[in-house]
């Protein structure tokens, strides 16, 4: 989809809502966003299925939306999130594209990788180790919901065309 089609701009903002009231969602449970990384799941979703551009408004727009109107995440960690984002949007689509399949395997390849490159990224800006692994540590359940959760919603939107 290029940047002048108006579905590019409708599947962008209906990922963006997602990933705007998932990790509302979340947060009903305490440090829910760490340990569930909610906002990155649309993303994966918008990027894989849609292609660069669907990916990268949505991993652009959903976290500075949600920093702006939740004030999560806080200004601090936003280049941080935007960085993981914009690696999962480019991985995910890179990935789709090259294989032209769906599998579990693509999937897991997908999270780990934009999780190490994004960590070392973090690492990098904070210098804090730590940080860099929260996502292994405390957002374990949120890796293993993005593979096996991303995997089924997008075996589901497979037999759609859009």
């Not at 990933?19 to 340990?35: A, S, T, V």
Request: charged share 5%; with cysteine.
């Amino acid at each position: 989809m290029g940047l002048s089609q108006s579905r590019t701009y409708l599947f962008g903002a209906i990922f963006i809502l997602g990933n705007l009231l998932l990790p509302q969602l979340c947060h009903f449970i305490p440090d829910g966003g760490k340990m569930w990384l909610p906002i990155y799941f649309f993303t994966l979703i918008a990027a894989y299925k849609f292609g660069l551009r669907v990916g990268l408004l949505t991993a652009i727009f959903s976290p500075v939306l949600n920093c702006l109107l939740f004030g999560m995440p806080s200004l601090a960690i936003l280049p941080v999130l935007l960085i993981k984002s914009s690696l999962l949007a480019g991985v995910a689509a890179g990935v789709a594209h090259y294989t032209q399949k769906l599998s579990l395997l693509h999937i897991a390849v997908v999270i780990v990788a934009y999780q190490v490159f994004g960590g070392m990224a973090e690492w990098l800006l904070t210098g804090s180790f730590m940080a860099a692994v929260q996502d292994f540590t405390w957002g374990l359940p949120g890796i293993l919901f993005q593979i096996v959760g991303g995997w089924l919603a997008l075996k589901g939107l497979a037999k759609y065309e859009f």
